[in-house]
């Protein structure tokens, strides 16, 4: 079994890329980008499959991941409804004015997304699926190397995004959760939630970065 913590030391984007990742709208940090650039490439690497991400936002982490489909032959896909999750409508913590669409007064961000990837020259490596998460799981119908859950952060949303990807997993992918805080003065705990069922059904933690996780099933 490749052991991911080396994987992360030797492999990462080029500068440029990582510059695109850094000035683009988002809330990862770089350690954690990374981390996830590492295991998607060793995914891909193992099992020539597509990666999928759940919470697009504005594409902060789709480009690592479309660099990384980029570099191992696959394609990167990234499910988002573009309304913007819970904390981030009016009044909320991660509200951004500037990505609401003003003629129809609702949160907006597939444009941004789109000038992001443009940017990096990463558009021929990604796939948006615009759509509610669950939705776009029951009619996919392939199997991923990677599963990144970042989106809604409701045990309603993380449960779901869980319960509709995981089954596309291939056996030897992983699975990558984000904002993962055992503490609750740190952050919510829908997405610790998720991270303790998944130990609990057959996966094993083979990376922890900040609140970045990564999981490979037992056996895989």
Request: proline share 6%.
């Amino acid at each position: 079994m490749t052991d991911l913590r080396e994987t992360a030391a030797a492999t990462v984007p080029a500068p440029e890329v990582l510059a695109s990742f850094e000035g683009a709208t988002g809330f990862m940090p770089v350690d954690e980008g990374l981390a996830l650039y590492a295991a998607a490439v060793d995914a891909a690497e193992r099992t020539g499959l597509p990666f999928l991400e759940i919470g697009t936002y504005c594409g902060r982490s789709a480009i690592l991941l479309a660099d990384a489909a980029r570099r191992t032959g696959t394609v990167a896909l990234t499910v988002d409804h573009h309304r913007g999750s819970e904390e981030q409508q009016p009044g909320w913590e991660y509200h951004d004015p500037t990505l609401v669409d003003p003629e129809v007064g609702l949160m907006d961000t597939l444009p941004t997304f789109r000038r992001t990837l443009h940017a990096a020259g990463l558009e021929d490596h990604v796939i948006a699926l615009v759509g509610r998460s669950p939705q776009v799981a029951a009619v996919w119908g392939g199997q991923l190397a990677l599963v990144f859950i970042d989106g809604g952060h409701t045990d309603e949303h993380a449960t779901g995004d869980y319960e509709g990807w995981v089954p596309h997993l291939a056996t030897d992918g992983v699975l990558v959760i984000h904002d993962v805080f055992p503490d609750p003065a740190d952050g919510g705990q829908a997405p610790y939630r998720v991270h303790q069922r998944a130990l609990a059904e057959g996966f094993e933690e083979v990376s922890v970065t900040g609140s970045l996780r990564v999981l490979r099933r037992i056996g895989g």
